[in-house]
């Protein structure tokens, strides 16, 4: 399988008047063709700011060091008019917010047809009449009315449905979907969800979804990413990492979620403190603070992702979590030369 | 239970455990340092201090006095032997303390108007805004056909009713300027009063005064004070306007604007008497307006 | 889960809450009610949670609102502690308020951004007990503050220095302060992250466990809804679709609404929720200024036929303490999780 975007040693950087924030810290991936990746963490994880640098998109006061390659071609530093024929075209970006991802005083099928006389050269009733098969493959009622109708007359779950049509007009080739159902009511999330999953069977496009939604991503994709601090935590096929975790983070996660289908104890498991702040990253791995397997390891060296079953990485310094205590390394440092993991008050 | 506290990092953490009380960092402090971080706003301050401090000791500074004529200099340029520094007027009196002389008016018009014009402002705009329907609809409709009133000619009745004096001057622009202070402090009211906190107070059972001292104002004060620090150098023109018509302060004592329209009327054969107030004025108006800015920015949220 | 007492706390009685919106031109215009919340009516008992579902805009927060009388419910009774609550005013409801507290959303939005830690936690003290001398408030908050997991050094801090977690702590502690009997909780963990959100869901329960607390746990998300409560109310257009037990509620829905709603959830398992067959509702939430005649949810139910559009379903009790709202209720037809 080819891959269509090569992100080597990513790294996005803020400058702000409190100093420099590291929101992205050289992540490494490819998307293959016809794939559909996920990318989850906390709000803060850096999943946002990592895809925005791929597509030259950051925020005046960020920069972005590393590679990142669409078909060999390299995104980073590209002139924003080379950029341009590549935006929308060969990849193509839905975003949470829909309102802002639509001009609002522009009628829907302007907007649509834009895109394409931009990108393909196709005019008038061609534009039109694809516009209005987009618009019935994402299922909007009454799509030939909707041309006429601007952005602000139709729901939040239609604009969402308007996004996704217009990213696929050009049949990209990868499609970045950030957050694209968290602003919706759970009924028309799962009318998207399952619009998402039958597009994914249609067209050939590879997709990037994000979010922070773990059950999302189990519905639609293939491969997962954990994100945190700006890192990738741990890599894997879904079900390698819904079903065998390897690194504490990804396992908090699941363990602290109610679910719908299991009655769990009364207390549920909660990841202690927060996450961790970009302006002060510590030395070492970036969960230390809340992992309850940190060891002196982990304070000094960070961990990188390393293989830990066939085909998922993990960027831990635990043998496994199985046996943690087992772990030769924990075993070896003294009591007092533990991290001070503060947890409870009342004991203090 | 599942509590948790490390706030930070694990150092500040250890610092805090040891249990002392840790001072926080009110937004007030932040926006102080912001403001003393900007070297324009600083200047300014600085620049405004000094004027006020010479307005202030005027008649330790200088050996004349404000109303003296000097028969022998009429209209003279700067002179270093006899201490006219700033040269005299066209009435052979001392140019320099009357510059200062006109500072204390024009600072203390701008300063004693505005703040009448914030208590009322505040005041009046907090509650209109604070229960807003009808009493806020009224309450408007009130600054409305206020402000549709010609200023000049509201002054102008009253010089003619109560004859000429300084405290007319503040009178009529204070009663002025509050209505604009007074639509700012309604319009931060009203969105202030849709923030969650202000419902929790209410449904804490505090009671209406307080909420509005204690909630409203503290959160609406901020732009008010950026826009106090842009209205007095308002103030001090519409006064200068005033006083170059006739209409504000009483000879002999002065004020910029009638300093300035002397000199203006001289602009030929003594430009001293124009260029030395004028440039007190702008320099005092440069000052109020980077203050202002620097307000801006420092309480921008934005920035934080 | 901390057992329930049989004493009644609460009685809403058939709620109305419409807010007046003005349409058409500003000469030719009219008020036409916006009916966010009308004719809820429900119990709730010492040391009980009830949760509340709905999608957004379906009135979840304007009915909390108007059980605490932040807003004037314009038809119906709320009945707390015996006392009717409705026909209260000024310092006799202030007075009711001290036993009734209220939870937010947004955390760092609900406090005051210019006051400390310690004095937002203590101003419900200031009101309810303003004779307490100041070294006795600030050592309750301090001990309060314990509690609820912040550190008791932290209270000359100001909120924007702590996180939406810690916030929600706060707010929390400023709910509690004053010992209330019920604590009325709005999304109070939508905004936060995951690994944030079981903390704040345990501290609640923690608290509730050991004061006795009656919640009103208002949520769109069902999975932690069916962790925290005891009781379940669906709603839909400001109406009440289905009340039961949360056992019943989850394991056998008889409303299609609420089954649609169960069956939409994804649910964070790749067999599950790539095998399953889920329940999609067409279209969206019709505008609460004209709801559709007869059943409010028939423009999107699969089961809708005529009757439900000219015959307003009455709750009814169709199992013991399972109410349901529907002409065609029944279970569903096929597994929903
Ligand atoms: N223009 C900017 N200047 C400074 N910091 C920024 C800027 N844009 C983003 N950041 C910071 O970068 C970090 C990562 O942001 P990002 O938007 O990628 O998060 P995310 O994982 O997408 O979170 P969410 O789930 O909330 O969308 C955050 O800490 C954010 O505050
Ligand atoms: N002050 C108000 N004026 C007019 N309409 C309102 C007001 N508050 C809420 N609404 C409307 O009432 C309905 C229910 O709102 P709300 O209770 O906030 O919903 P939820 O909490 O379930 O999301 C919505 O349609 C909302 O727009
Ligand atoms: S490297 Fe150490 S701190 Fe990081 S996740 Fe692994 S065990 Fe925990
Ligand atoms: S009454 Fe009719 S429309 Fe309403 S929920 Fe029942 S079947 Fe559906
Ligand atoms: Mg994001
Ligand atoms: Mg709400």
């Known amino acids: ?81 080379k950029l341009n024929k590549i935006r929308g075209d060969k990849i193509a970006m839905i975003f949470q917010d829909s309102m802002t991802g639509l001009t609002p005083h522009l009628r829907i099928g302007r907007q649509m047809t834009e895109v394409l006389e931009e990108h393909k050269g196709m005019g008038g009733a061609d534009a039109r009449a694809r516009a209005l098969d987009m618009l019935n493959l994402v299922r909007i009622p009454e799509a030939a009315r909707r041309l006429n109708q601007y952005p602000h007359e139709l729901s939040g779950g239609m604009r969402q449905r308007v996004m996704i049509a217009m990213a696929l007009l050009c049949e990209p080739e990868l499609l970045i979907a950030d957050e694209p159902t968290t602003a919706l009511d759970v009924t028309v999330q799962a009318q998207i969800l399952e619009l998402m999953a039958d597009l994914k069977r249609v067209t050939k496009a590879a997709v990037v979804l994000i979010t922070h939604d773990l059950g999302t991503v189990a519905g639609l994709c293939d491969k997962v990413q954990v994100m945190y601090g700006g890192r990738f935590m741990e890599t894997g096929d879904v079900r390698q990492i819904f079903y065998k975790p390897q690194h504490p983070y990804t396992k908090g996660l699941l363990s602290s979620m109610p679910r719908l289908t299991e009655d769990r104890r009364t207390t549920l498991y909660a990841i202690p403190g927060q996450p961790p702040n970009l302006q002060r990253l510590p030395a070492g791995c970036p969960f ?20 830990a079953r066939p085909g998922q990485f993990k960027a831990c310094h635990l043998e496994s979590l199985e046996h943690p205590v087992d772990d030769p390394t924990r075993a070896a440092i003294p009591a007092e030369a533990m991290p001070p993991v503060i947890r409870d008050v009342r004991t203090a | ?54 307005a202030v000791f005027a008649d330790v500074i200088s050996p004349h006095a404000y109303d003296e004529v000097y028969w022998d200099y009429i ?14 007027d066209a009435n052979g009196r001392d140019l320099f303390i009357r510059t200062l002389y006109g500072a204390r008016v024009s600072l203390m018009v701008g300063i004693v108007t505005t703040l009448v014009a914030l208590i009322i402002g505040v005041t009046y705009g907090s509650i209109a805004g604070y229960f807003g329907g009808r009493v806020d609809s009224l309450m408007m409709r009130v600054v409305d056909v206020l402000y549709s009133m010609p200023l000049m000619f509201f002054i102008i009745i009253l010089v003619v009713v109560f004859g000429r004096h300084i405290v007319l001057v503040f009178i009529a622009i204070g009663c002025v300027e509050w209505l604009t202070m007074a639509r700012i402090v309604r319009g931060q009211t009203l969105s202030v009063k849709r923030k969650e906190y202000i419902e929790a107070a209410r449904a804490s059972g505090v009671s209406t005064p307080n909420i509005i001292r204690r909630h409203i104002i503290p959160n609406v004060i901020g732009p008010v004070i950026v826009f106090v620090t842009l209205m007095v150098p308002v103030v001090i023109l519409v006064e200068s306007f005033l006083s170059f018509l006739g209409l504000g302060v009483q000879e002999p004592m002065t004020s910029w604007g009638v300093l300035i329209s002397e000199g203006a009327a001289q602009m030929e054969n003594a430009p001293h008497m124009l260029i030395f107030p004028a440039v007190f004025l702008a320099v005092t108006l440069f000052c109020f307006n980077f203050i202002g800015d620097g307000l801006r920015d420092a309480l921008d949220p934005k920035d934080r | 889960m901390p057992p329930v007492e049989n004493a009644e706390l609460l009685r809403v009685q058939d709620l109305k809450v419409h807010f007046p919106i003005r349409t058409g031109g500003i000469v030719f215009g009219q008020y036409t009610p916006l009916k966010a919340v009308d004719g809820v009516s429900f119990s709730l008992k010492a ?18 609102r108007g059980i605490l009388q932040l807003i004037k419910p314009t038809d119906g009774k709320v009945v707390f502690l015996g006392n009717e609550m409705t026909s209260m005013a000024g310092e006799q409801l202030r007075a009711q308020r001290q036993h009734m507290q209220i939870v937010f959303q947004d955390p760092l939005a609900s406090l005051n951004p210019r006051m400390t830690v310690g004095d937002i936690i203590a101003e419900p003290l200031t009101v309810f007990f303003p004779k307490m001398s100041v070294a006795e408030r600030k050592a309750k908050v301090k001990a309060l503050m314990a509690k609820v997991g912040l550190l008791p050094q932290m209270i000359n801090r100001y909120p924007h220095e ?97 089954q649609a709603l169960i069956s939409a959830v994804p649910i964070p398992d790749p067999d599950l929720e790539k095998n399953k067959q889920r329940i999609v509702l067409g279209g969206d939430l019709p505008s609460p200024m004209n709801p559709p005649s007869g059943c409010v949810f028939r423009t999107r139910c699969p089961r809708a036929t005529d009757i439900c559009a000219q015959v307003v379903p009455k709750l009814e009790e169709k199992a013991p303490g399972h109410q349901v709202a529907c002409h065609h209720w029944g279970p569903p037809a096929q597994a929903l999780v």
């Open chain 3, 47 to 64: 040391g009980e949670t009830l949760g509340i579902v709905g999608e957004s805009g379906c009135g979840k927060s304007t009915l909390g």
């Open chain 3, 162 to 258: 702590f996180s939406g977690g810690q916030c929600q702590r706060i707010g929390i502690a400023r709910a509690m302060i004053v010992d209330p009997k019920m604590v009325i909780c709005d999304e109070p963990v939508s905004a936060l992250d995951v690994s944030i959100q079981a903390q704040i869901v345990n501290l609640l329960m923690d608290l509730q466990q050991e004061f006795g607390l009656s919640l009103l746990f208002i949520s769109h998300d069902l999975s932690v809804v069916r962790h925290v409560s005891h009781r379940v109310m669906v709603l839909y257009l400001g109406k009440v679709m289905e009340i039961a037990s949360r056992d019943s509620i989850y394991a056998e829905p008889l409303h299609p609404y609420t």
């Open chain 2, 75 to 88: 209209g003279v340029g700067p002179q270093w032997e006899n201490n006219h520094w700033f040269g005299t």
């Open chain 1, 288 to 307: 230390q603070e809340r992992c309850e397997f940190v060891h002196q390891r982990c304070v000094d060296e960070l961990p990188l992702l390393q293989e």
């Open chain 1, 1 to 81: 399988m080819a891959a269509v975007l090569e992100v080597r040693d990513l790294q996005v950087r803020f400058a702000t008047p409190d100093g420099e924030v590291s929101a992205v810290n050289g992540v490494s991936f490819d998307v293959n063709e016809s794939e559909c990746v996920g990318i989850v963490g906390e709000s803060g994880s850096g999943k946002s700011q990592l895809f925005m640098a791929v597509m030259g998109l950051l925020a005046k006061n960020g920069r972005t060091l590393g590679s990142a390659k669409y078909r060999g071609t390299e995104l980073v530093g590209m002139p924003v008019d």
């Open chain 2, 1 to 54: 239970m599942a509590t948790d506290i490390t706030g930070g990092t694990k150092r500040a953490a250890l610092i805090e455990k040891a249990g002392e009380e840790v001072q926080g960092r009110s937004l007030w402090q932040d926006a102080q340092r912001r403001l003393f971080a900007n070297k324009m706003a600083v200047a300014s301050m600085i620049v405004l201090g000094i004027i006020t401090l010479m």
